[in-house]
C-alpha cells in the first residue's frame, strides 16, 4: 500500500471512528479538490514559468496535500489554514491588522494561533517563495510552490473562516467534508476551469484578506441553504454509503448533494476558479518580485534519490505521529 493510500486510510479513520478528533477542524477542500487546484494553476504561468513548472507538475500538484497529512504530526501546523473571523467580533475581517507584527502587539501570537492565522501565513510564504526564486533554489522553489497553492486554496474555503467550521454550532456536523470534498468529486467534472492568465498582484497582503473576506461573505449560503434542504428531506434520503480505502463509509447522497450544489448556484465551483487564479497570480507576482530569473536554468533540475528518500522518510513520520495520537486518545 502506497503513502498516501495508507494516509487517506488514516485520515478517514479518524474523521469517522475516533471520538477524540471529533473536536479537530477538517482538513480544507480535500485531495482531489487540493491536487486539481495545484495543476491547474500551472497553465496560468506566462511562457518564461510555465517550462519548468509544466516539467514538474506532478510534483506540485502530487504535494498540494502535504500541509493536511501534517496536521496531525507538526506543531502549529494547523492554524495555518484557517482562521475563525467570529472571535473577533462584528466586521472582524475589516478591523484585524493586516499584518502579522501589528496583530500579535493587539491580540499576542497565542490568540493568533488559537483563531488561525491564514492571511498572514500566505504572506510569509510569499517571502519564502521569492527568496527561493532568488537564490535559484529549484528544490525549495518546488516544496513551497505546492505548500502555498494549498494554504491559498484554503483561504477560500467559507466553512475556514468561522468557528463553526463543521456545522457542530448549528447541528450541521459533517458540511464540510460535504462542501469541500463531496461536491467537487461528484460535479468538478463539468466546472469551467479556464481562468485565464495569472496577474501580478500589487498588494499580496491585501490579496490574501481579500480572498477571505470573499469566503466568508459566502458562509451563510453555505450553512443556510443546507438547513433549508434538511428539514425537506428524510434522513434516509439525505445519506448513502460508499468504499473509500476498505472502510464502508457515510456520504451524503448523490440526490441530496445535486440539489444542494444547484441551491449554491456554482458557488464551489466559483472558489475554486478564484484559488486556481489566486495560486497562480502569487507564484508569478514571487517570481517577479525576485527580479523574473530565468527558471530555464533550473529545467535541468531532477529530485535527488536522497531528497526522494528524505521525503519519504518526512511522510513516515507523519503517520507514525498520527498513529502515536490515537494511540494516546484511545488510552
Known amino acids: 500500500m502506497n503513502c498516501l493510500k495508507i494516509i487517506c486510510l488514516i485520515l478517514l479513520t479518524l474523521f469517522n471512528l475516533t471520538p477524540t478528533f471529533a473536536n479537530a477542524k477538517p482538513p480544507v477542500w480535500g485531495f482531489y479538490a487540493h491536487q486539481k487546484i495545484n495543476r491547474l494553476a500551472v497553465f496560468t504561468l506566462p511562457p518564461e514559468m510555465i517550462g519548468f513548472y509544466k516539467k514538474h507538475i506532478d510534483y506540485i500538484a502530487e504535494n498540494a496535500v502535504n500541509p493536511d497529512k501534517r496536521r496531525y504530526a507538526v506543531k502549529d501546523e494547523a492554524p495555518k489554514h484557517y482562521i475563525d473571523l467570529d472571535m473577533y467580533g462584528d466586521s472582524a475581517v475589516y478591523k484585524l491588522p493586516r499584518s502579522w507584527k501589528e496583530a500579535v502587539e493587539k491580540y499576542t501570537e497565542d490568540t493568533l494561533m488559537m483563531h488561525g492565522i491564514v492571511p498572514w501565513h500566505i504572506q510569509f510564504m510569499k517571502f519564502q517563495l521569492t527568496e527561493a526564486f532568488k ?67 500589487k498588494s499580496p497582503q491585501k490579496e490574501a484578506w481579500r480572498m477571505v473576506s ?32 476498505g472502510l464502508t463509509v457515510r456520504v451524503y447522497s448523490k440526490d441530496f448533494s445535486t440539489r444542494y450544489h444547484e441551491m449554491l448556484k456554482d458557488q464551489v465551483e466559483r472558489q475554486m476558479r478564484n484559488s486556481i487564479r489566486s495560486v497562480g497570480s502569487f507564484w508569478m507576482t514571487c517570481w517577479v518580485d525576485a527580479g523574473q530569473p530565468d527558471l530555464s536554468k533550473l529545467l535541468d533540475y531532477q529530485t535527488a534519490q536522497a531528497d526522494k528518500e528524505s521525503e519519504i522518510q518526512e511522510k513516515q513520520s507523519w503517520i507514525q505521529r498520527l498513529f502515536k495520537v490515537r494511540e494516546e486518545g484511545d488510552n
Open 214 to 245: 470573499d469566503a466568508n461573505i459566502a458562509l451563510d449560503s453555505v450553512l443556510r441553504f443546507e438547513k433549508e434542504l434538511t428539514l425537506k428531506v428524510d434522513e434516509d434520503k439525505k445519506y448513502g454509503f460508499e468504499e473509500r480505502a
Open 135 to 201: 537564490k535559484g533554489d529549484a528544490k525549495q522553489i518546488l516544496r513551497l510552490s505546492a505548500d502555498m497553492g494549498h494554504y491559498i486554496a484554503d483561504a477560500n474555503v467559507p466553512l475556514h473562516t468561522t468557528k463553526n467550521y463543521n456545522g457542530q454550532l448549528t447541528n450541521q456536523v459533517g458540511i464540510h467534508a460535504f462542501w469541500e470534498s463531496r461536491l467537487p468529486e461528484l460535479f468538478a467534472d463539468n466546472y469551467d476551469f479556464f481562468v485565464g492568465q495569472a496577474q501580478y498582484i
